[in-house]
């Protein structure tokens, strides 16, 4: 079975520093792994994936997330942060290799980025 | 085009009533997934249609949690006997086919059981 950890329940940085969110992941096949983002009052927008390739991926907002196999790890990143990054991000993994659509997500973590 | 639509968005029961939760997914896609998010926490897989394979249904919390999708669209989420650990935002979502493909979040239904 599939899982995803997000250590950190919330993270802090101030405006134009660099920012990392933290998730690792565990599968039995090939991972496909997700970002997304809720901002306040707003639904789940996708950020970025991988499936395949180039170990960096990058997406939406100027947001990026490297794929580390031998750590089993895909932290999002982001070379510096804005105020308006501030919301909840979630990391989400689907096992490749099983032939199913199942997607399970982590509990995610509270961007707070500080002016 | 339209975007996952969810009705109503937001139902307010009685504890021991049912409860119909909809999804309209995006045109085209076959492939269509229902989360649950309580307060302060992460989406909890509960099912997903695609195409017409038989649904997987392991996350579905007990027997009085059943969908159904009719007509490979719109789903139906339903909570027989509600219980008021069942209050929480009901997601909706949809994708392509194919297994790599993002899935597309409808706003949501949010749920309180008195």
């Known amino acids: 079975a599939q899982s995803v950890a997000q250590p950190e329940d919330q993270v802090n940085v101030a405006e134009g520093n660099p920012l990392t969110v933290k998730c690792t992941y565990s599968?039995?096949?090939?991972?496909?792994l997700f970002w997304y983002v809720q901002y306040p009052n707003r639904g789940l927008q996708f950020l970025l994936k991988?499936?395949?390739?180039?170990?960096l991926v990058k997406g939406s907002y100027g947001f990026e997330a490297e794929f580390n196999k031998s750590q089993t790890s895909f932290h999002l990143k982001k070379p510096s942060a804005l105020v308006s990054d501030s919301a909840l991000y979630f990391c989400?993994?689907?096992?490749?290799?099983?032939?199913?659509?199942?997607?399970?997500f982590g509990a995610g973590t509270r961007l707070f980025v500080k002016a | 085009g339209a975007g996952v639509s969810q009705s109503p968005s937001n139902k307010v029961t009685e504890k021991g009533k049912d409860v119909e939760l909809r999804c309209d997914p995006i045109?085209?896609?076959?492939?269509l997934y229902w989360y649950r998010q309580s307060l302060g926490q992460g989406l909890e897989f509960l099912i997903y249609?695609?195409?017409?394979?038989?649904?997987?249904k392991s996350g579905l919390p007990s027997d009085r949690f059943s969908a159904e999708r009719t007509g490979g669209s719109v789903s139906t989420l339903t909570i027989q006997r509600t219980q008021q650990e069942d209050s929480a935002v009901y997601l909706c979502?949809?994708?392509?086919?194919?297994?790599?493909?993002?899935?597309?979040f409808g706003p949501g239904t949010r749920l309180l059981v008195l």
């Open positions: 979502a949809s994708s392509l086919v194919r297994r790599q493909e993002t899935q597309y």
């Open positions: 599968v039995s096949g090939n991972p496909y």
């Open positions: 991988y499936i395949t390739g180039d170990n």
């Open positions: 989400a993994v689907r096992d490749g290799g099983t032939g199913g659509f199942k997607t399970i």
């Open positions: 045109s085209g896609h076959t492939a």
């Open positions: 249609f695609q195409g017409n394979s038989a649904p997987d």
